[in-house]
């Protein structure tokens, strides 16, 4: 990790680890496990009765980095299997899965992973099994309130997660449901505010996850005021904020130093936002990472989320990363970086523009990193200077406004695009088919001006 970062630590593989409520520990090391739950709890409802296959899972953060060792849940004695456990990001990316072995007749299961995966700290995952044969345990309301077991939280928002059928990564929910799916887990001991991802960082002098985010030396301390922000001029400053959705109603709200576990909307026409030096991890949702009108993004990296950020108008996103937005594999949604259907004044300076979710097999995918649409509104006095598009999965790397097939896309004005590098990706093309789908050179107050490819070459926007 970078210098602005509190390094993670590891953990080694636990081994001939026994259980004694909840908490494994090992002859070979003084490392121990946690899990939300002990062995003595128990489920209400032992057996659902439902009979179909289904993945089931939970939701949950950790203080501290780790290693997640494995999957716990409890088994009614018609649960009969196989089973499969597994872990996932907060995007639905799948980070490991154990088969299930020498399970008993009923009562808490557990499997380890073949390795243990190192996990940072305040960023959400989602823990799971699968049953072919149903009669899974499940509590209605579970989840009402928030499960807290330091270092381990299963947050109340949007938990108790399903899906029907053969597997796959879980995000129904119903009835704020607990179906005693639980977490093996090893803490370091070291607060890592950082997501974990194995993404490259850019070449050159350009924002990556080692100088955006949360500086060094910080410790974010949970947020426990209220979610709804209508108070003019209020500041958060080194908090992990766990909402499960952020509106702000006021003027001039400011998330400083801080991780944000949610999207952020702006709610109210005159709404404004600052994030600044901070995280924000959208997760799995079609909601911006930062959304509305009236934005600042500052020194942030913007993760999760449909698009990293989505502008109505009058917005500032300055020496950010945007990527890894969130591609519903059961939806054609299509993923941006930066995006406007419309609207003027947004100046995007000195960031890291990413969209990097591959084609799924429903047609969606990435549009671009960069994306200027006049769906709703004219696409008026826009400054893109500075930035690093990065080579992406999707069909080009930006579209600067014109775009003659949208309502208001013919007549782009005052788009100015300069001093860019863009990188040529393995095709040589940044995106599938070019750097940019058109510039409309003749608009008023439109240019084009000392973009190039990171080998310096001049980029040609037709």
Same mark, same amino acid.
């Given at each position: 990790?970078?210098?602005?970062?509190?390094?993670m630590?590891?953990?080694?593989?636990?081994?001939?680890?026994?259980?004694?409520?909840?908490?494994?520990?090992?002859?070979?090391?003084?490392t121990?496990?946690?899990s939300?739950?002990?062995?003595?709890?128990?489920?209400?409802?032992?057996?659902?009765?439902?009979? /179909?296959?289904?993945?089931?899972?939970?939701?949950?953060?950790?203080?501290?980095?780790?290693?997640? #060792?494995g999957v716990?849940?409890?088994?009614?004695?018609?649960?009969?299997? %196989?089973?499969?456990?597994?872990?996932?990001?907060?995007?639905?990316?799948?980070?490991?899965?154990?088969?299930?072995s020498?399970?008993?007749?009923?009562?808490?299961?557990?499997?380890?992973?073949?390795?243990?995966?190192?996990?940072?700290?305040?960023?959400?995952?989602?823990?799971? $099994?699968? #049953?072919?044969t149903?009669?899974?345990?499940?509590?209605? *309301?579970?989840?009402?309130?928030?499960?807290?077991?330091? @270092?381990?939280?299963?947050?109340?928002?949007a938990?108790?997660?399903?899906?029907?059928?053969?597997?796959?990564f @879980?995000?129904?929910?119903?009835?704020?449901?607990?179906?005693?799916?639980?977490?093996?887990?090893?803490?370091s001991?070291?607060v890592?505010?950082? %997501?974990?991802?194995?993404? %490259?960082?850019?070449?050159?002098?350009?924002?990556n996850?080692?100088n955006?985010?949360?500086?060094?030396?910080? /410790?974010?301390?949970?947020?426990?005021?209220?979610?709804d922000?209508?108070?003019?001029?209020?500041?958060?400053?080194?908090?992990?904020?766990?909402?499960?959705?952020?509106?702000?109603?006021?003027? *001039?709200?400011?998330?400083r130093?801080?991780?944000?576990?949610?999207?952020?909307?702006?709610?109210a026409?005159?709404?404004s936002?600052?994030?600044?030096?901070?995280?924000?991890?959208?997760?799995?949702?079609?909601?911006?990472?930062v959304?509305?009108?009236?934005?600042?993004?500052l020194?942030?990296?913007?993760?999760?989320?449909?698009?990293?950020?989505?502008?109505?108008?009058?917005?500032?996103?300055?020496?950010?990363?945007l990527?890894?937005? $969130?591609n519903?594999?059961?939806?054609?949604?299509?993923?941006?970086?930066?995006l406007?259907?419309?609207?003027?004044?947004?100046?995007?300076r000195? *960031?890291?523009?990413?969209?990097? @979710?591959?084609?799924n097999?429903?047609g969606?995918?990435?549009?671009?990193n960069?994306?200027?649409?006049?769906?709703?509104?004219?696409?008026?006095?826009?400054?893109?200077?500075?930035?690093?598009?990065?080579?992406?999965?999707?069909?080009?790397?930006?579209?600067?406004?014109?775009n003659?097939?949208?309502?208001?896309?013919?007549?782009?004005?005052?788009?100015v695009?300069?001093n860019n590098?863009?990188?040529?990706?393995?095709?040589?093309?940044?995106?599938?088919?070019?750097?940019?789908?058109?510039?409309?050179?003749?608009?008023?107050?439109?240019?084009?001006?000392?973009n190039?490819?990171a080998?310096?070459?001049?980029?040609?926007?037709?």
């Amino acid at each position: 990790m970078g210098q602005r970062r509190i390094l993670m630590g590891t953990v080694a593989l636990v081994a001939f680890a026994v259980t004694v409520f909840g908490i494994m520990t090992s002859s070979h090391a003084e490392t121990t496990t946690v899990s939300l739950w002990t062995d003595a709890d128990t489920p209400a409802t032992v057996d659902a009765g439902d009979a /179909q296959a289904v993945e089931l899972g939970m939701r949950f953060r950790a203080d501290s980095a780790g290693s997640v #060792t494995g999957v716990r849940f409890y088994k009614a004695a018609a649960n009969t299997g %196989p089973h499969t456990g597994s872990l996932w990001d907060g995007d639905g990316a799948l980070l490991a899965t154990v088969t299930f072995s020498g399970e008993t007749a009923s009562g808490w299961q557990t499997a380890t992973f073949a390795q243990p995966v190192t996990i940072a700290a305040n960023r959400f995952y989602v823990v799971s $099994y699968h #049953t072919a044969t149903g009669h899974y345990s499940g509590d209605n *309301n579970g989840f009402a309130q928030a499960r807290d077991r330091a @270092p381990l939280h299963a947050p109340a928002t949007a938990n108790g997660v399903y899906r029907y059928g053969s597997g796959g990564f @879980p995000t129904s929910t119903w009835a704020a449901t607990n179906y005693w799916v639980d977490v093996t887990f090893s803490p370091s001991g070291a607060v890592d505010p950082s %997501p974990s991802t194995s993404q %490259p960082p850019p070449s050159g002098d350009f924002p990556n996850e080692s100088n955006t985010g949360v500086p060094a030396g910080v /410790q974010p301390t949970p947020y426990t005021g209220s979610c709804d922000f209508r108070t003019d001029n209020q500041v958060i400053d080194g908090k992990v904020v766990d909402c499960g959705g952020i509106l702000v109603y006021a003027t *001039n709200v400011t998330f400083r130093n801080s991780v944000v576990l949610s999207a952020i909307l702006t709610n109210a026409d005159d709404a404004s936002v600052t994030v600044e030096n901070s995280e924000v991890r959208a997760g799995a949702t079609s909601y911006a990472g930062v959304g509305g009108s009236h934005l600042t993004v500052l020194g942030s990296e913007i993760t999760g989320g449909q698009h990293s950020v989505h502008c109505g108008g009058n917005c500032l996103v300055q020496d950010s990363y945007l990527h890894g937005q $969130y591609n519903d594999p059961n939806d054609a949604f299509h993923n941006n970086g930066f995006l406007s259907n419309g609207g003027a004044t947004m100046v995007v300076r000195h *960031n890291t523009l990413w969209c990097s @979710p591959v084609d799924n097999t429903m047609g969606g995918g990435c549009s671009t990193n960069l994306s200027l649409f006049g769906d709703f509104a004219p696409i008026t006095n826009v400054t893109v200077e500075g930035n690093y598009f990065h080579a992406t999965p999707g069909g080009y790397c930006g579209s600067f406004g014109y775009n003659p097939s949208k309502q208001f896309g013919s007549n782009p004005t005052g788009v100015v695009v300069r001093n860019n590098v863009f990188e040529r990706g393995t095709n040589n093309r940044c995106g599938a088919y070019g750097p940019a789908t058109s510039f409309l050179a003749t608009g008023a107050g439109n240019a084009w001006t000392g973009n190039t490819w990171a080998d310096g070459a001049t980029v040609d926007p037709d």
